[in-house]
């Protein structure tokens, strides 16, 4: 609260940027001073990368004023931003694989005759400085993650820059390399410089921050001092959901559905013995060789609903294209009912009664240029294919059927599926998952992710009733309150692996936080 | 185009319907003006390029035998790509399809064949080759991601010079040396593997072939819009991902696509051999597979466009050789003036469409 005397480095005051309708930044008021490390904290789309794209001068605040040193800070281009000291290492890096590191650093800042030695002096001089060792004749594509991350960074303290941004830094590193990383930070801090670090993964920074402040959706929700700041609360302010009235309604349906439940259980629901989907120490490793997913062991019985809590990028997207049927596991086992689909394809998991709501809609569930009734029955052509023809009045006339149960609202059956809301276009793909025959088990990642109430609301109902039906369901989300509110238990996916398991109950709030920010473990 | 055309107002679709047009008389127009620069006779000219493609019986059958061809190449094309492929493997897959052809026709007991047997089986073996050779490029793209572009490409070269070395080679296919002056060609096909004529007239070179193209052309525009393979193709294009995690086995889509591509080419192949040429020489595929190419291409995706693209190329094509001949119009003037005539169709196709996307 009390800063410091000096005044900030960067002023940010009621900072606002508009895209079209989205309102991508709203009133954020923020001050980071020189020779700290600044963490900047918040999930996917909350507008952290807007943010750095103001500083920098990629885009023009719509609102608010922004100063910089003692001058209003007003950058046209990412070129002035650097020029007056300001510099940013992006999560993709844009260094050419096949030059060698001092090669790298001098396109772009070397002019005339290259000067190769002296470059190469330099860049051991700065790697000296803040700590660490970088050979500047290696070959850029031959190096580690975290080599060519030093790379950038040392690229960045060439201009030496009064301000160093940081995106996502710890989401390329292998857990091995990110305190080598924050030693870096520290260092720089230290020199006298300011460093904003952005990160979802506030367990991995709390050693290096000063100060951090947490965005969502576009506003700033929570502004601590690291030293006292309780990191529970932090998470829970970056993931946390605030539309009471939503937790109200999930809350209640809950209870509702569970004296419905009871009162009708004995004769109806079917309850199958066994588990209708056993995770079996599946492990997952991307192309550079790092664990994605490790040892994850989970089973679900049928009938009930697991929560799968944790900040993105904790290996939710590799465990879901997994169990998709899209994605071979490094090793492990997994099942479905009795059926083993550890190698299997797609439409095995199908087949065997997998039901898939992917997280990432567009680019896994459905097919945007084609009609809602194609995409309501893409995985099910066969049964409207007579003499290889489709028959598409009957497939027509089945999606409209559907569309009414699962309420799905658009102009017809054969309009274009881009042309239905988020939340509709959800409701179809859950509408097609769920009408498998037979059921097993039911895998829904991220399924209101950009919803509004009503659908969120709709789309869980209907996972319910699935569940009461015996349907065994995994529910793979970052929004902790909604999982609390639909779930049994609720485990937590933590780099990788499950780290702990707690019933779904508002009291175990705190608990499961800490988990999913990577404490107590 | 006419079909987008009705959807506009009146003054849009005017302009619409004669962009193309205006198009195409505008580049015309610049060809006659690089032919009199050039010190040709002008009205000469004309008359070569008339006469050429419509003057004579021949000449008329030429230009449909040509179109057909060109029709052909122009529906595998489209077929893949709707599944988003791109094979320009036409020329190399004409070529297998004319080796495979020729080699079974030349086999003694295949003339000898009642029931049209002697016709269909060589026209098989060449649809079949070009598959195998346009299911190479699927095979090694969905194994090891090579891009279809390259891969048909690289393939069609391979198959133009394994024409060349049949007929250079009589272990292959070149007819008995008898003396120095024997020509690289094999011998020529028994009569009774020829495509049957389809009017008595002997001066035109009209042939069943036609038929095939316009039955083949029918069954690609049911496949594209009617069936459930040419949805699955479809949505294999728009969104490979959904479409695997939909359960498509995205893998054989993609080869099956590339192997109908190639099984078109290898037909035109057969076709041009047993239809016109009647013997194997290098190079007889003369540059039909990249003509087909552009027609594809401009149809847009439609079965309709492809006929009327080939069609238009067919003529074209016989008039451009007639104006060489006849006029003295150098070749390479002529490639140019149909150069023009292409950019000229292509632009105002992408005129109309824009026209009517600020329409919406």
């Known amino acids: 609260m009390a800063q410091s005397a000096s005044p900030p480095l960067l002023a940010l005051d009621g900072l606002g940027k508009r895209f079209g309708s989205l309102q991508a930044l709203e009133g954020v008021t923020l001050d980071v001073q020189a020779g700290t490390v600044h963490c900047l904290l918040g999930e996917n789309g909350a507008g952290k990368s807007t943010l750095c794209n103001l500083i920098f001068g990629v885009y023009a605040p719509s ?46 800042q070397a002019k005339g005759i290259l000067k190769r030695r002296e470059f190469g002096d330099r860049i051991r001089d700065i790697a000296d400085r803040f700590g660490f060792v970088l050979d500047p004749d290696a070959v850029v594509g031959e190096l580690s993650v975290g080599e060519r991350q030093r790379s950038e960074i040392v690229k960045c303290l060439m201009r030496d820059p009064k301000l160093l941004v940081l995106d996502e830094p710890t989401a390329v590193l292998p857990p091995g390399e990110i305190g080598a990383l924050l030693d ?17 993964k506030l367990a991995e920074i709390a050693k290096v921050a000063d100060s951090v402040a947490v965005l969502r959706t576009g506003r700033l929700v929570a502004k601590a001092d690291m030293k006292t700041a309780d990191m529970g609360a932090l998470v829970h302010a970056m993931v946390g959901r605030e539309v009471k009235p939503l937790d109200v309604a999930l809350s209640d349906s809950k209870e509702a559905d569970s004296k419905e439940g009871d009162s009708t259980d004995a004769g109806a629901a079917p309850v199958r013995p066994g588990f209708a989907l056993v995770c079996d120490g599946l492990c997952v490793q991307d192309r550079h060789g790092a664990t994605r997913l490790d040892n ?9 609903i697991v929560g799968l809590a944790g900040v993105e990028g904790n290996g939710q997207s590799e465990l879901g ?22 190698h299997a394809s797609a439409a095995a998991v199908t087949a065997a009664g997998g039901g898939i709501v992917p997280e990432d809609r567009h680019a896994v569930a459905c097919v945007t240029a084609m009609s809602v009734a194609e995409n309501m029955y893409l995985n099910k052509l066969d049964r409207f294919t007579r003499f290889g023809l489709l028959q598409r009045r009957a497939l027509n006339e089945a999606a409209a059927v559907q569309m009414k149960e699962f309420d799905v609202r658009a102009a017809g059956p054969d309009v274009a599926f881009s042309g239905l809301s988020g939340g509709n276009q959800q409701k179809a793909v859950l509408g097609r998952e769920l009408t498998l025959d037979p059921l097993v088990a039911l895998i829904a990642a991220q399924p209101t992710r950009g919803l509004d109430v009503s659908a969120v609301e709709a789309v869980y109902r209907q996972i319910r009733a699935a569940a009461r039906r015996g349907v065994g369901v995994l529910l793979i989300s970052s929004e902790l309150d909604e999982l609390i509110a639909v779930a049994d238990r609720i485990a937590v996916l933590y780099r990788g692996r499950l780290v702990g398991e707690r019933p779904a109950e508002m009291g175990e709030r705190g608990a499961i936080g800490a988990l999913m920010s990577g404490q107590g473990i | ?53 419509f003057g004579t019986a021949f000449a008329f059958g030429a230009s449909i035998n040509r179109a057909v061809s060109l029709s052909l190449i122009g529906l595998g094309f489209i077929l893949a790509a709707r599944a988003n492929l791109t094979n320009v493997g036409g020329e190399g897959q004409i070529a297998v399809g004319g080796i495979a052809a020729t080699a079974l026709a030349l086999w003694p007991p295949i003339a000898g064949l009642p029931l049209g047997l002697a016709v269909i089986l060589p026209l098989l073996a060449g649809t079949l080759a070009g598959a195998f050779w346009g299911g190479i490029a699927g095979v090694m793209k969905v194994r090891f991601g090579t891009n279809e572009v390259i891969s048909t490409l690289l393939l069609g070269f391979v198959a133009l010079l394994m ?11 070149r007819q008995p040396q008898t003396s120095s002056s024997t020509l690289p060609e094999s011998l020529p096909i028994p009569d009774s593997t020829k495509l049957a004529g389809l009017t008595d007239d002997p001066e035109s070179p009209l042939h069943i072939g036609l038929i095939l193209c316009l039955v083949l052309a029918l069954a690609t525009a049911i496949v594209l819009q009617r069936s459930t ?10 969104n490979e991902l959904a479409a695997r995690r939909a359960g498509m086995p995205g893998s054989i889509l993609l080869v099956v696509a590339l192997g109908i591509a190639g099984a078109f080419g290898g037909l035109t192949g057969a076709i041009m051999l047993q239809g016109e040429q009647f013997y194997l020489k290098a190079g007889f595929s003369s540059g039909y597979g990249f003509d087909g190419l552009v027609v594809g291409l401009l149809s847009r995706g439609s079965t309709l466009g492809v006929l009327a693209g080939a069609l238009f190329f067919g003529f074209l094509r016989s008039g451009g050789i007639s104006m060489e001949i006849m006029a003295g119009v150098p070749s390479a003037l002529t490639l140019v003036i149909q150069g023009l005539i292409v950019i000229a169709v292509a632009g ?10 600020g329409q919406r």
């Open chain 2, 1 to 53: 185009m006419t079909a987008l055309a009705l959807q506009m107002p009146d003054r849009r679709r005017l302009l619409a319907m004669s962009i193309p047009f205006l198009a195409v008389v505008g580049s015309m127009v610049i060809g006659l003006l690089l032919i009199a620069a050039s010190g040709k006779s002008v009205p000469d000219s004309i008359e070569a390029f008339l006469d050429g493609a």
């Open chain 1, 184 to 200: 870096i930070c520290r260092r720089v801090a230290d020199s006298g410089r300011a460093v904003i670090l952005v990160t979802h």
């Open chain 2, 163 to 173: 024409v060349y070395w049949c007929v250079q080679s009589t272990a292959l296919l």
């Open chain 2, 229 to 238: 393979f040419g949805l699955r193709l479809r949505a294999i294009g728009l």
């Open chain 1, 63 to 108: 609102a608010g004023q922004m100063r910089f040193g003692e001058r209003p800070w007003l950058p046209s281009s990412p070129a002035e931003a650097l020029e007056q000291g300001i510099a940013m290492v992006h999560q993709h890096f844009s260094l050419v694989p096949r030059m060698t590191v001092v090669e790298n650093l001098m396109l772009g």
């Open chain 1, 296 to 304: 994850f062991t989970l089973e679900v019985r049928p009938g009930e």
């Open chain 2, 348 to 357: 105002s196709v992408i005129l109309v469409e824009k026209l009517q996307g």
């Open chain 1, 321 to 342: 294209m997994v169990l998709a049927g899209l994605l071979a596991p490094t090793e492990g086992r997994y099942f479905i009912g009795e059926t083993e689909l550890t």
